[in-house]
């Protein structure tokens, strides 16, 4: 389990998680999205914008190569495979040298953790907020986002009417930001 993490001026960085999710909490299958949300791609790249992201090997292979690594920012994956390696990335073997590393990264100062299950699981206990794109989808998956706990609370929701925006692809969707309380 990840400890906490500094950066160069000793400030703990604030992590950030990162997802979209249907209602019953699907975040992939098979390795991949089950949707199409053109929407959430955007939030995410505004929001990530300008900060580390931190990712599994699976969730860096999931994405597709016109994207990788995501511009802007640095792009952290870490693996269990002592000699991977992939162009444009930063390759470290656990979640805590992953937040050192971002921590001294430019736009350290926040940290994205985005995927996948398994170290979002890790990284839940020291995550500051969480950013989820909820969709209306019955979509079936392999992989779950963790719960958000008692100790988590519903900061905004886009659309704040707490209604749902609609997709180019038909799929519904809102947006809620959560803070640790």
Known sequence: ??????????????????????????????????????????????????????????????????????????????????????SGTVVVHSLDEALATAAEAEGGDLVWVIGGGEIFAEAMPLADLAMVTILDSDADGDTFAPPLGTQWRLEAVTPDDGGWLTSVSGVRYRIAEFRRA
Request: proline share 8%; charged share 20%.
């Open 1 to 86: 389990m990840a400890s906490g993490v500094t950066g160069s001026e000793g400030a703990r960085p604030t992590i950030g998680l990162i997802w979209a999710q249907t209602q019953e909490g699907v975040i992939g299958r098979d390795g991949g999205m089950p949707w199409h949300v053109p929407e959430d791609m955007k939030h995410f790249a505004a929001t990530t914008a300008g900060h580390p992201v931190v990712m599994g090997r699976r969730t860096w292979d999931s994405i597709p190569e016109k994207y990788r690594p995501f511009a802007g920012r640095t792009n952290i994956v870490i693996t269990r495979q002592p000699r991977w390696e992939a």
